[in-house]
């Protein structure tokens, strides 16, 4: 069973508006959720996280949303770049049970963001 | 400093082949990871380790062995290749929850 959900295969958006990218997950041991994105051929970089005890993380362009409640984060663009089109992964890791730090993936959202 | 490096980035291999994929970190990171990405799909884990001398089993460890003699280098090996090994494979490092991807390994199996 998926543990971490990202409905939603692709998205398409304009230069300059807002991206925002869904991620659901059903183990309530998560307590710390992250974003990578990905090129073509490349492997995934890190973007940005954010701890259970928060409920939203900026950097930059990128903001994270946590909703504990609901089991659900959010990845917001603003404003969104044809650069930013790639692969988007959202990723979860709990801290109990010795986890060491493994990580559970979500299947990812395709962005393009058209000029 | 290099990162995670991964060698080789592309493979063919036959049927029942086998071959050693290399990762390896410059960063003192004691945790490794070894994940798979099918099309379509999330990265699935395949094995990890803690430290040198200490390796556990992921998601997918079927067909698969690691080793860890030390810190630097975590190499996957595949015995006995299977088409269902085709895949792209990433080694990963990390500190705490944040881990540091190399470019990949493609490997085709035929």
């Known amino acids: 069973d998926q543990q971490v959900k990202q409905n939603s295969p692709s998205l398409s958006v304009q230069e300059g508006r807002i991206s925002i990218l869904n991620c659901d997950y059903t183990n309530s041991m998560f307590d710390y959720f992250l974003w990578y994105k990905k090129y073509p051929a490349e492997g995934p970089t890190f973007l940005i996280s954010i701890s259970s005890i928060k409920d939203k993380n900026e950097d930059g362009r990128f903001t994270v949303f946590l909703n504990k409640s609901a089991k659900h984060l959010s990845l917001h663009i603003v404003p969104s770049q044809p650069g930013d089109s790639a692969v988007y992964f959202c990723?979860?890791?709990?801290?109990?049970?010795?986890?060491?730090?493994?990580?559970?993936f979500g299947k990812g959202t395709l962005l393009t963001v058209n000029p | 400093n290099a990162g995670v490096t991964q060698t080789p980035k592309f493979r063919i291999l036959k049927i029942g082949q086998s071959m050693t994929l290399q990762c390896a970190q410059d960063m003192n990171h004691n945790y490794m990871y070894w994940y798979r990405q099918d099309p379509g799909m999330g990265l699935k884990l395949i094995y990890y380790s803690v430290g040198a001398g200490i390796t556990d089993k992921g998601e997918v460890p079927n067909g698969y062995n690691v080793s860890r003699s030390t810190t630097e280098d975590f190499p996957l090996r595949l015995e006995l290749a299977a088409p269902s090994q085709t895949s792209v494979y990433f080694c990963?490092?990390?500190?705490?929850?944040?881990?540091?991807f190399g470019p990949g390994t493609r490997l085709l199996v035929l």
């Open positions: 990963a490092s990390s500190l705490t929850e944040t881990q540091y």
């Open positions: 990723a979860a890791s709990s801290s109990s049970g010795g986890s060491n730090y493994k990580l559970t």
